[in-house]
Each structure stands twice: as C-alpha cells, then as structure tokens.
C-alpha cells in the first residue's frame, strides 16, 4: 500500500473499484481486490454476495459497468473475452460441475490438455508420450484412474467435481479460479479436496469460493469475505470471524 | 500428415460402409452397362438415376450430420447450399447447349433471349469451363456459409434462433430465385441440358459414369468426414455442442470451430446438389423451398444422427418410402413424413442406427460371461468406494 506502483506490477489479479448492476440491482458494488502471484486465497460470503459474479467479470463472461481489472499488472480483462482470457492463463472450476458428459474422462483431460486451440492444430493433434504422461499424472492427481474410460457422464457428483479441478490442472493455467468446488461432497471428499488444492497452490495461484467453514480452514489461507457485492473484511479467518459486521452479515441473514 | 489423417477415419465400420458405397459405385454401373436386361444382376436405367439421385440425397443427410450431429448446429438451411451447388452446375450444363438451344444463340442460353436480353451477364462468365464450374460449386456454397456463420456465429445466435435465420436465409434464396432479372432462369430454372463433358445426358452411360461419380462422393465424404470427427477436432466439436460456454473457459475459439464445420459441410452439400442436377435433369428455384431443408432433418434424425452412417441410411429409406408413397396414396405423403419424424422423436431418439446399436449392445450383455475389462473395471471401482 505504501509503495503503490510496484504493487499494481506485480500483483497478479488486480480489481479496482468494480461495479455491475443487473436491471438496476447492483450484483457488484465497489469491489476491490489483489491476489499475489503464488497466493491462494479463500472468498467466503453468504447467497448473492456476488461471488459468482465476481469470477464472471474476471473470467470475461460478464462485463463490469465501472472499475478495472487487470491481469498481470497489463492486461485489461475487461477488453477480452472468455476464450482469449482463458488463453492467457485463467482458469475457471463452475458452481455445478460443468464437464463434456458425452466424452470419456480421458478425453474430457485431453480437451483442457494446455496446446495450441486452434482449428488445425487439433485436426492434426496426435497424443504425444508427454502428454499421455501428463494425463495419466492427472489422472492419478484427482484419483480417476480407475474411470478413465468411462462416460464422465456416469461419473458421481464429487467425481465430477474432480475431474473438472484436474481439467484445471491439465489446462494448467497462471491462476485458477475454483467456485464452491465441494458443495455436494461427503465429509471425506472434502478433505481429500482441501488437500487437492492445497497441494495444486504450491504451483498455482488460486481464487477458491467456499461456504464450508470446516473446508475454509483446512484450506488455512487469507479470507476475504464478500458481502453485497463488496468487500467486507480480509484476513486470517480467525480475524475475519471476529469481525462484527460479518458476525452480522452471517447471523442477520 | 494428409494420409494419416484420412487413414484415422477408416476407423470401425465407417471402412466398410465407404468400401461398400465405392463398391456399388462399381458395380452397379457395370451391371447396367455389360449384363444383359434380361439377366438377374441387371440394374435397369431408372433404378441406377433413382439410386443416383438418393446418393447424392445421402451426401446431404451426412452433411448436415457433421453441423448438426456433432456440433449442435440445426441447420434448416442445408438445401440451399444444395441448391446453389446445383445452380453452379446447372450453369454449366446451360452454356454447354450452346447454339442447340430452341433460338440457336450460340452464347445466351434460351431464357435470356426469350427476355431479351442482349449479352451474357458477367456473373455467367466462366460456366463454359467445367474447371471453373466445379470451383463454383465448392466456392459458391461455402462462401454463403462462411459470411452467415461469421456474423450468426460471432454474434453468438445459436439454437432456435439460430434455426429459424437458416430458413429465412433459404426463403430469401428462394425469393430471388423466383425473380426472371436475376438471370437463373426464374422459375422455371434451368433444363434442357444436352451433355457433360461432352458425353450425352441422355445416354445410360452417362448416367452410370454419374451413378459412380455420385458414389464416390459421397464414399470419399465419408471418410473425410470420419477422420474429422475422430480427430481431436471431434471431440472439440462434441464439446461445443454439449457445454458451449465449458469449452470457452477452456480457451477454444468456439466460433472458429463452428465456422470451420459449417463451411466444410455446406461445400459437401454444394457437391450433392451438382451431382443431383445432371442426374435428374433440372435445377429450379423449388429446391431452396424452407420444406426441403427440413426433409433432410428428417432423414438425418430418422436414420440416426451423430453417426455419419444414420442419415446415409435415413436418407435412402425415407425417400424409397416417398417414391412409394407418392406412386400409392400421393395425397398422404406429407402427413407420413410429419409422423414419421414424430415417432422416431419420441420412440428412438438415436434413429435407426441408434436403436439397431443399442439393441445389439443388449443381446451381447445378455450372454453370461461379461467383458473381461468391465469386471476389472468394476471390482476397482469398488475398491475406490471402499478405501
Ligand atoms: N446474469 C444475471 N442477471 C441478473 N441477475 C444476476 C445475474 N447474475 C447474478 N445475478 C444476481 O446477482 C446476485 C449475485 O449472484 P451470484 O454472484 O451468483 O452470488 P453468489 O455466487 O455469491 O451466491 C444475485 O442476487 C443474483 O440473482
Ligand atoms: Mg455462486
């Protein structure tokens, strides 16, 4: 904050003062928000704080009324959409696990597999050994071995869950952005997934969207909480669950 | 790198199915042209143009399978690149008359002088050169399809929408069509054609060498269209049709895709509808009707989409069907067709192919013994719920 230039360079995701109404409601009100390359950081808020809305507007999906985003201290998100954001290495795990049910989960892998995107490149693409390592790494990564070959269709929903993180993984973006990654997960799953994405941060960075307190903690990394669409404390959790507006903002709904 | 690609798409029974197409582009030529009529194996005249002509019916079906099947784009526009296939075709034909023609100009064909006018217009130029025609007819019908689908798609029209500007495009086609000033004949089209090639239209040799030509088409089609879909691309397609959004955070350029495959497909339909119209003779502004467009939907979803297979066999079936029909009860046809496309909706969503697949899946399942990697596979994964 003292030194505010080298700040916005080397900060990895920076909003400034972010606004976006939808018919008048203001989904997105004033958020500010900086996330450090290598950082993994965990937003928590209750229903229609906006949190949604927020990986919308980073991911390019939704277009912001006001504020800057930038990406890389350079990149003005806002100017971009999804497929070019996503190029330049955004990443991005949906509320409902959103994976091509009619392929294999193999080959769902091999979509996200980073490469060239385009219409040539994957008319010619033969699977070269790297990547067939790299699948299989994954594969062992996100504990879908076994299912490789199976419609990810038939897949439970944790499982889904999952095989969308490792398509994060395989794409193998700068940051990634991971929304409500264990809602519908058993009790084990969630901390099989805490420590998936613990472990995915040590080479990542990572925006995780959680409502699971007990998750949020094991996750052990800096809260921002989220409320009506802007922010309203940043911290340690214990800080930010001591914080008399969010006990209120939590309790008063 | 070409060469590995096509050999990809011989994959499975798409290989036998396009040797088969060759085979009878082949042999049923050679049946109507060296076995005697009264023989056995003979194939009479009208059968090899009837056959020809669900051929080229077929390459059609398959082409809109490749948008519609695999990448989620119903086009109800289809038989409007079929139809400027043929016109480009038809051009062609029409210069060949040359001065054989009812008033003898050796440049305008007949239509032309009967309106009067004094010279060829220039976008006529060319069509004397079969070169230059057979360009057209790839040029033509994929340039339509590369302006519509780069503004339709950029704009992100899709599903119903996006059906419905397809038909409206063919209707607009089928409107100027209909006009006499814009030198395609009007409504009467064009016909009369007298060869190709030099060769005799009229002659059955002609007519088997287009038997074959239709064949080959459509074999060769096949396994591009095989290899497309079993290449990476493929599964991009698929992923674009299932979770368009997905495949975007994903960092594919969906609109490029659609693109490609919309183009590529429109191209084939502008080669069915060039092998069509010498084979039956006449090109007129009837072919861009909305009602075709969506009799190809049909055939490709009674046959079974997203198989390549399905709407080459919907195809030939519907419209044996429809020759019988309209021979039989002519009056009924229509509401046939409407049934038809109800039922197979509701009762075998895969089609023909679909349905004859998962039917044949059930009777091996049935057998006692299962595959030896689906009990592998399944006391793994309960071993993965238990730890
Ligand atoms: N496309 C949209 N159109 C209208 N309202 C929207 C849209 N997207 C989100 N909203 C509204 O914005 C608010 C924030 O939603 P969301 O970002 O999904 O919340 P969260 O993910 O924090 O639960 C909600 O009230 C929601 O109804
Ligand atoms: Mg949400």
């Given at each position: 904050?003292?030194?505010?230039?080298?700040?916005?360079?080397?900060?990895?995701?920076?909003?400034?003062?972010?606004?976006?109404?939808?018919?008048?409601?203001?989904?997105?009100?004033?958020?500010?928000?900086?996330?450090?390359?290598?950082?993994?950081?965990?937003?928590?808020?209750?229903?229609?704080?906006?949190?949604?809305?927020?990986?919308?507007?980073?991911?390019?999906?939704?277009?912001?009324?006001?504020?800057?985003?930038?990406?890389?201290?350079?990149?003005?998100?806002?100017?971009?959409?999804?497929?070019?954001?996503?190029?330049?290495?955004?990443?991005?795990?949906?509320?409902?696990?959103?994976?091509?049910?009619?392929?294999?989960?193999?080959?769902?892998?091999?979509?996200?597999?980073?490469?060239?995107?385009?219409?040539?490149?994957?008319?010619?693409?033969?699977?070269?050994?790297?990547?067939?390592?790299?699948?299989?790494?994954?594969?062992?990564?996100?504990?879908?071995?076994?299912?490789?070959?199976?419609?990810?269709?038939?897949?439970?929903?944790?499982?889904?869950?999952?095989?969308?993180?490792?398509?994060?993984?395989?794409?193998?973006?700068?940051?990634?952005?991971?929304?409500?990654?264990?809602?519908?997960?058993?009790?084990?799953?969630?901390?099989?997934?805490?420590?998936?994405?613990?472990?995915?941060?040590?080479?990542?960075?990572?925006?995780?969207?959680?409502?699971?307190?007990?998750?949020?903690?094991?996750?052990?990394?800096?809260?921002?909480?989220?409320?009506?669409?802007?922010?309203?404390?940043?911290?340690?959790l214990d800080h930010v669950s001591a914080h008399p507006d969010v006990i209120e903002s939590y309790l008063g709904r | 790198m070409i060469s590995a690609f096509l050999f990809r798409g011989l994959a499975g029974r798409?290989?036998?199915?396009?040797?088969?197409?060759?085979?009878?582009?082949?042999?049923?030529?050679?049946?109507?042209?060296?076995?005697?009529?009264?023989?056995?194996?003979?194939?009479?005249?009208?059968?090899?143009?009837?056959?020809?002509?669900?051929?080229?019916?077929?390459?059609?079906?398959?082409?809109?399978?490749?948008?519609?099947?695999?990448?989620?784009?119903?086009?109800?526009?289809?038989?409007?690149?079929?139809?400027?296939?043929?016109?480009?075709?038809?051009?062609?034909?029409?210069?060949?008359?040359?001065?054989?023609?009812?008033?003898?100009?050796?440049?305008?064909?007949?239509?032309?002088?009967?309106?009067?006018?004094?010279?060829?217009?220039?976008?006529?130029?060319?069509?004397?050169?079969?070169?230059?025609?057979?360009?057209?007819?790839?040029?033509?019908?994929?340039?339509?399809?590369?302006?519509?689908?780069?503004?339709?798609?950029?704009?992100?029209?899709?599903?119903?929408?996006?059906?419905?500007?397809?038909?409206?495009?063919?209707?607009?086609?089928?409107?100027?069509?209909?006009?006499?000033?814009?030198?395609?004949?009007?409504?009467?089209?064009?016909?009369?054609?007298?060869?190709?090639?030099?060769?005799?239209?009229?002659?059955?040799?002609?007519?088997?060498?287009?038997?074959?030509?239709?064949?080959?088409?459509?074999?060769?089609?096949?396994?591009?269209?095989?290899?497309?879909?079993?290449?990476?691309?493929?599964?991009?397609?698929?992923?674009?049709?299932?979770?368009?959004?997905?495949?975007?955070?994903?960092?594919?350029?969906?609109?490029?895709?659609?693109?490609?495959?919309?183009?590529?497909?429109?191209?084939?339909?502008?080669?069915?509808?060039?092998?069509?119209?010498?084979?039956?003779?006449?090109?007129?502004?009837?072919?861009?009707?909305?009602?075709?467009?969506?009799?190809?939907?049909?055939?490709?979803?009674?046959?079974?989409?997203?198989?390549?297979?399905?709407?080459?066999?919907?195809?030939?079936?519907?419209?044996?069907?429809?020759?019988?029909?309209?021979?039989?009860?002519?009056?009924?046809?229509?509401?046939?067709?409407?049934?038809?496309?109800?039922?197979?909706?509701?009762?075998?969503?895969?089609?023909?192919?679909?349905?004859?697949?998962?039917?044949?899946?059930?009777?091996?399942?049935?057998?006692?013994?299962?595959?030896?990697?689906?009990?592998?596979?399944?006391?793994?994964?309960?071993?993965?719920?238990?730890?």
């Amino acid at each position: 904050m003292i030194d505010s230039n080298t700040q916005v360079t080397s900060t990895l995701l920076y909003l400034d003062d972010v606004s976006v109404s939808f018919d008048g409601f203001k989904a997105i009100n004033g958020l500010s928000l900086a996330i450090e390359p290598g950082e993994m950081r965990a937003i928590i808020g209750p229903n229609g704080a906006g949190k949604t809305t927020m990986m919308d507007i980073i991911t390019g999906k939704t277009r912001p009324d006001t504020g800057d985003v930038l990406f890389e201290g350079q990149m003005d998100l806002t100017q971009h959409d999804e497929t070019e954001i996503a190029q330049a290495g955004i990443g991005r795990k949906f509320q409902k696990p959103t994976v091509f049910e009619s392929q294999t989960v193999r080959e769902n892998l091999e979509l996200a597999l980073s490469g060239n995107r385009g219409v040539w490149a994957s008319l010619f693409y033969r699977e070269s050994e790297a990547d067939a390592a790299r699948i299989e790494e994954i594969l062992q990564t996100v504990r879908l071995q076994q299912r490789a070959n199976e419609l990810a269709s038939d897949l439970s929903h944790g499982q889904k869950q999952w095989l969308e993180i490792g398509m994060l993984l395989a794409q193998d973006p700068k940051l990634l952005l991971v929304d409500e990654p264990v809602a519908g997960m058993t009790d084990a799953e969630t901390v099989e997934t805490a420590k998936l994405l613990r472990e995915i941060s040590k080479t990542h960075s990572v925006i995780v969207v959680e409502h699971d307190m007990g998750f949020i903690r094991d996750l052990d990394v800096k809260v921002t909480v989220l409320a009506e669409g802007s922010v309203l404390a940043e911290g340690s959790l214990d800080h930010v669950s001591a914080h008399p507006d969010v006990i209120e903002s939590y309790l008063g709904r | 790198m070409i060469s590995a690609f096509l050999f990809r798409g011989l994959a499975g029974r798409i290989a036998w199915v396009a040797a088969f197409i060759a085979l009878l582009g082949i042999l049923v030529p050679l049946s109507n042209l060296m076995l005697p009529s009264d023989h056995a194996l003979y194939v009479p005249d009208y059968i090899v143009s009837l056959f020809g002509k669900y051929l080229t019916y077929a390459l059609l079906a398959m082409a809109l399978d490749l948008v519609w099947g695999y990448c989620g784009i119903l086009s109800l526009g289809h038989g409007a690149f079929f139809a400027l296939g043929g016109y480009a075709m038809g051009m062609y034909l029409m210069r060949q008359i040359g001065s054989r023609g009812v008033y003898g100009d050796p440049i305008l064909p007949d239509f032309m002088v009967f309106l009067n006018w004094k010279e060829l217009p220039w976008y006529w130029y060319g069509f004397d050169q079969f070169w230059f025609a057979a360009i057209m007819v790839l040029a033509i019908p994929g340039l339509l399809a590369f302006v519509f689908g780069w503004f339709a798609f950029r704009s992100r029209v899709t599903g119903v929408y996006l059906s419905i500007i397809t038909q409206a495009m063919t209707y607009a086609l089928l409107l100027a069509f209909f006009r006499n000033d814009m030198g395609f004949g009007g409504n009467n089209g064009l016909t009369d054609f007298k060869d190709i090639l030099g060769y005799t239209l009229q002659n059955p040799a002609t007519r088997a060498g287009l038997f074959a030509a239709a064949a080959f088409a459509l074999s060769l089609a096949l396994v591009i269209s095989s290899a497309i879909v079993r290449s990476k691309f493929g599964k991009v397609l698929l992923a674009t049709r299932d979770a368009e959004s997905r495949a975007r955070f994903l960092g594919y350029r969906v609109e490029h895709v659609k693109l490609f495959v919309f183009t590529l497909s429109a191209m084939m339909a502008g080669i069915a509808g060039a092998l069509y119209v010498p084979l039956v003779g006449i090109i007129n502004p009837g072919e861009f009707a909305p009602a075709n467009s969506i009799e190809v939907v049909i055939w490709a979803a009674v046959g079974g989409r997203g198989t390549l297979i399905g709407p080459i066999i919907g195809a030939i079936t519907v419209n044996l069907g429809k020759s019988w029909f309209t021979a039989q009860f002519p009056e009924y046809w229509l509401f046939v067709l409407g049934g038809l496309f109800v039922a197979v909706t509701v009762f075998m969503p895969k089609g023909m192919l679909g349905t004859l697949s998962s039917f044949s899946d059930k009777v091996k399942s049935l057998k006692p013994a299962p595959k030896p990697s689906q009990t592998e596979a399944g006391e793994m994964r309960k071993e993965g719920e238990a730890s």
